[in-house]
Nanobody, 122 residues
């Protein structure tokens, strides 16, 4: 049973930075593709970034490309999302997810964390 726990969310001013972490347990971390999605109340969960098993392949939503960086440490069973130059429209609950294949839709993933709130003030 895969278990994911996000941390690192908070309140930051526009232009600031945050780094989210997601601790993975319950299975072989390096066998999983790891992703980040975000959701605003009343809207569908939105793809942010994904990283393949060894970290050699990454994909980003156009809205975060050049500002966010996804990375993983397979020795620590952890995936990160470095968020720079944050904008008010980045405000959302950010979810970590694990899956078997690289996908940009939430239906492509089986396991999810509880989410961490990111709020960007203008």
């Amino acid at each position: 049973q895969v278990h994911l726990v996000e941390s690192g969310g908070g309140l930051v001013q526009a232009g600031g930075s945050l780094r989210l972490s997601c601790a993975f347990s319950g299975s072989a971390f390096s066998s999983y593709v790891m992703g980040w999605f975000r959701q605003v109340v009343g809207k569908e969960r939105e793809f942010v970034a994904v990283i393949a098993w060894t970290g050699g392949i990454t994909y980003y939503a156009d809205s975060v490309k050049g500002r966010f960086t996804i990375a993983r440490d397979n020795a620590k069973n952890t995936v990160y999302l470095q968020m720079n130059n944050l904008k008010p429209e980045d405000t959302a609950v950010y979810y970590c997810t694990a899956g078997r294949f690289v996908r940009s839709t939430s239906s492509g993933y089986d396991d999810w964390g509880q989410g961490t709130q990111v709020t960007v003030s203008s």
